[in-house]
């Protein structure tokens, strides 16, 4: 298995791997009186760190990145995020590179960090042109299920070496938790095959465990709008598909996907990544994995 480019830029800081493999130290158990204050750097990663500390006393979760948005590649710390990374007693992360932003103010924090990417078979990104990014593997990681139970395994695993009291409290959330996922398989063989084209770049993942073929998939932000030639490309795509229908993140643009469905007629759908939301546990996760497949089979008929 290849090493996240967040591994290796941390390696020489993590006092706690999800795997528990290396040379990282084992920390110290936390005392029955304390509070661990954990810090889950995204929404997916809040999600499942609150499905496997749930009812555990002592345990406070707090999310760092609170705002609604579709992708991290300009986001940029602010005051607030860096006292929450300074009074976080242990910070749970993506990895994959997804929270480059963190890597100076990681080197000056003493928190173990939990790196959920651990184990989880990458897949190459695709639809970076024009981004300033430092790896080559694609960090949406939890659009497919599969990886999530990867990634509930890892929180268990680093949360019970700081806490091992509360150890047998976390496998059971754990195990509740990855038994809540799971597409239904009925309408998994309806998307089989159906072709996608996604203006967001972080559905690689969910199209791969679904059966959907990604045929494109770009993203919008200021400076990297979509080019003519990829235009004319998705254009030709929806005619040689015959596609009814192309797809926006919620909290991304639509604008280039509204000109083209006007000109070709197919419909406009919005597809979650899960970057923003509210509600804590696995269920939140599990209701818009459902519902991005449920707007797909009514987009794509």
Known sequence: MKKTMLSLLLSGLLLLTACGGGTAATPAPVEDND?????????????FTTAVTEGVEGVE???????EISCLHDYTLTVNDMKAIEAADVIVMNGVGLEDFMSDALATSDAPVIDCSEGVELLEAMGHEGHDHDTEYDP?????????????ENITK????????????????????DAALGYDADKLSQLSGKPLITFHDGFQYFAQATGLDLLKAIEEEEGAEASAAEIKEIVGLIGEYDIPAIFTEKNGSDATAQAISRETGCGVAQLDLVMSGDGSGIQPYVDAMNQNIDTILEALG
């Open 35 to 47: 509070t661990i204050h954990i810090l889950a750097t995204t929404y997916p990663v809040y999600l």
């Open 61 to 67: 979760v707090t999310r760092l990145i609170q705002e």
């Open 140 to 152: 949406h990681i939890w659009m497919d299920e599969g990886n999530v139970s990867v990634m509930l």
């Open 158 to 177: 680093g949360l019970s070496d700081l806490d091992p009291d509360h150890g047998e409290t976390y496998e059971a959330n754990r195990a509740a938790a």
